[in-house]
């Protein structure tokens, strides 16, 4: 199989850093393009802890690479650096209550970020695909449980209605 390079953006995160080992069992060279940010007390932080068990057995083999999605010029730069051939976007403020106490910030590592990467890889041939990560919380109350792909959207609030929104801007 051809190794290919994946960018992912959140990639440090619980679904990225999983991602990325499942990357490398498949032959594939991923690249981690992550804020380090973290959404609870940093107080009560494991942040660090996690950062290592994450990546245990595997911290050398991934690309890291600090970088904000909601900077049009780093996304450009990280864009032209790597020339990635599928980018997975995971990064995002993921906490559907702390979205209620920043609405902003929510918007913006949703909305923004996406965008982003959509007008940096446009005239880009090399990008083969661009996965977005989305939420059950786009379809607001399940009619069924489990709930199909295709149940109706009907988001309850700003996290799954922005979510919902930076599905439709992928696919337009
Ligand atoms: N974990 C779940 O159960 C779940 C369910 C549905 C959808 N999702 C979605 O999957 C994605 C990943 O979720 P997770 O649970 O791994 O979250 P996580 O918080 O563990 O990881 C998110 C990562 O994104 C990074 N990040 C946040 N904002 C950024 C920005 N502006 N620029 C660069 N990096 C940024 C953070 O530093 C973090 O490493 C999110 O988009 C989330 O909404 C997660």
Redesign the pocket.
């Known amino acids: 199989m051809t190794q290919k390079k994946f960018l992912i953006?959140?990639?440090?995160?619980?679904?990225?850093a999983r991602v990325c080992r499942q990357l490398l069992e498949l032959g594939h060279q991923p690249i981690v393009?992550?804020?380090?940010?973290?959404?609870i007390s940093p107080f009560e932080s494991f942040y660090q802890k996690f950062l290592e068990w994450r990546f245990k057995g595997i911290r050398e083999q991934v690309i890291f690479e600090r970088?904000?999605?909601?900077d049009k010029y780093d996304v450009h730069r990280i864009i032209t650096k790597h020339r990635p051939n599928v980018i997975i976007h995971?990064?995002?403020?993921?906490i559907a209550d702390f979205s209620f106490e920043h609405p902003e910030e929510t918007v913006s590592?949703i909305l923004l970020?996406a965008l982003n990467f959509l007008d940096s890889i446009k005239d880009q041939d090399f990008v083969e695909r661009f996965v977005f990560?989305?939420?059950?919380m786009v379809y607001g109350d399940f009619l069924e449980v489990p709930c199909p792909e295709d149940h109706p959207k009907k988001p309850k609030d700003i996290y799954g209605g922005t979510?919902l929104a930076g599905a439709v801007l992928v696919e337009t």
């Open positions: 953006t959140g990639g440090a995160g619980f679904i990225g393009y992550d804020a380090f940010v973290q959404y970088g904000d999605t909601r995971l990064a995002a403020l993921p590592s970020g990560a989305s939420s059950s979510k």
